[in-house]
């Protein structure tokens, strides 16, 4: 299976600052076809379900703040939340999509320094 | 407004059965693939199973293979996780999930708690 790792496993960041969390998987989720990269962000908020923020590694699903931004190819990625906002406080998981089974990466929480 | 409704969980003895249903609305439930992942108290996400729209093909992560089963009635917009042989360590929150961006889960249900102990 592709392991998903992703750093730090907690953060916490100031309220309009930059968080980066970063998810590196064990195999590269590029599909060379069609150039996209099989990985998506998802954030869970405490005591709620995923929620879908990003996904082809970069594309923002609908209705997500532009704040939220993914970047990265091939076996390296990266969530940046531009400027923290109090209801950014959550656990970000990384997906890939590429290989079954699909796997997540172990999620960092993010909190407000 | 998508809805994805889980029911069935509950507290099992090892080695039980029980049968998780999903009951979807707000979309054409029959042209999507659907998938259950599953949370551990405290854990992470854990992709259990996934089939496709057809109900054709069905996927399983190897931690439940052979015990579980998946399955769907696209005549009732209805989900199910048939779940044998049930062990301690599939205690978790089960959420059914759908694809209607034909990439990953896009929508998720809240979640049915199922407690395997002695």
């Known amino acids: 299976d592709i392991v998903m790792t992703q750093s730090p496993d907690s953060l916490a960041v100031s309220l309009g600052e930059r968080a980066t969390i970063n998810c590196r998987s064990s195999?590269?989720?590029?599909?060379?076809?069609?150039?996209?990269?099989?990985l998506a962000w998802y954030q869970q908020r405490q005591g709620q379900p995923p929620k879908l923020l990003i996904y082809w590694a970069s594309t923002r699903e609908s209705g997500v703040p532009d704040r939220f931004s993914g970047s990265g190819s091939g076996t390296d990625f990266t969530l940046t939340i531009s400027s923290l906002q109090a209801e950014d406080v959550a656990v970000y998981y990384c997906?890939?999509?590429?290989?079954?089974?699909?796997?997540f990466g172990q999620g960092t929480k993010l909190e407000i320094k | 407004e998508v809805q994805l409704l889980g029911s069935g969980g509950g507290f099992i003895q090892p080695g039980g059965s029980l049968r998780l249903s999903c009951a979807a609305s707000g979309f054409t439930f029959s042209d999507y693939a659907m998938s259950w992942v599953r949370q551990a108290p405290g854990k992470g996400l854990e992709w259990v199973s996934a089939i496709v729209a057809s109900g054709r093909n069905a996927y399983y992560a190897d931690s439940v293979k052979g015990r579980f089963t998946i399955s769907r009635d696209n005549s009732k917009n209805t989900l199910y996780l048939q779940m044998n042989s049930l062990r301690v360590e599939d205690t978790a929150l089960y959420f059914c999930?759908?694809?209607?961006?034909?990439?990953?889960?896009?929508?998720w249900g809240q979640g049915t708690l199922v407690t395997v102990s002695s």
């Open positions: 195999q590269s989720v590029l599909y060379s076809s069609n150039n996209k990269n099989y």
């Open positions: 999930a759908a694809r209607t961006n034909m990439v990953t889960e896009d929508y």
């Open positions: 997906q890939q999509y590429y290989y079954t089974p699909r796997t």
